[in-house]
């Protein structure tokens, strides 16, 4: 009896996410006071707090709980990532892509994709490209791939930004050298006049 009242409220709350958060929470604390280790409502409540409240620490300690409860359920990974990417936590973040590759049944191309927005996150282009091409080819949807690609232009536009930034500042470090070297030239030739 309880585990179908529990999964009522799960339903309930998968049915009112996103546009009713008042009836999605209410019937995720319902279904979370049925079992507190319950891997779907714990999911949809980190998602609550990191999507719609923005506050990710509540959110991560959600996501711990439900991996803490479950390490096999792959709907929690790209998530999960993401929040770690946004929230500065590259380190933890490219520990759980690691884990991740591991867990049966994962959206190998959506880790990919994770991955390359790690890289991104990090400005490591050439990285970031070459994981959003691994995430292509790992692509089983044609929406995935056009997403992809749109990631992967303003990847490339970053890049050459990069590179272009690092033009500039090597043509300055340049003429303050040869500037360094004629006005250190003209002050030897001033003093052997």
Do not use: C
């Amino acid at each position: 009896m309880e585990t179908n009242l529990q999964n009522h409220y799960i339903f309930k709350a998968i049915e009112a996410y996103p546009w009713e958060l008042e009836k999605a929470v209410e019937a995720l604390n319902y279904a979370l006071a049925y079992d507190p280790e319950n891997v779907k409502a714990l999911h949809l409540m980190a998602k609550v707090h990191y999507e719609q409240l923005g506050d990710n620490e509540t959110a991560k300690t959600y996501f711990e709980k439900a991996l803490a409860s479950r390490m096999d359920i792959p709907d929690i990974y790209p998530e999960y990532i993401r929040l770690l990417i946004n929230n500065d936590d590259y380190k933890e973040a490219q520990n759980l892509i690691d884990f991740a590759k591991t867990v049966k049944g994962i959206d190998k191309a959506g880790i990919a994709l994770t991955q390359g927005q790690l890289y991104e996150s990090l400005t490591f282009f050439n990285d970031a490209e070459k994981a959003l091409k691994n995430a292509k080819q790992l692509a089983l949807n044609n929406d995935f791939i056009s997403y992809v690609d749109d990631v992967l232009s303003r990847v490339k536009k970053k890049k050459k930004i990069q590179a272009n930034e690092n033009r500039i500042i090597e043509n300055q470090s340049k003429k303050e050298m040869e500037t360094a070297n004629k006005s250190w030239f003209q002050n030897r030739l001033n003093n052997l006049l």
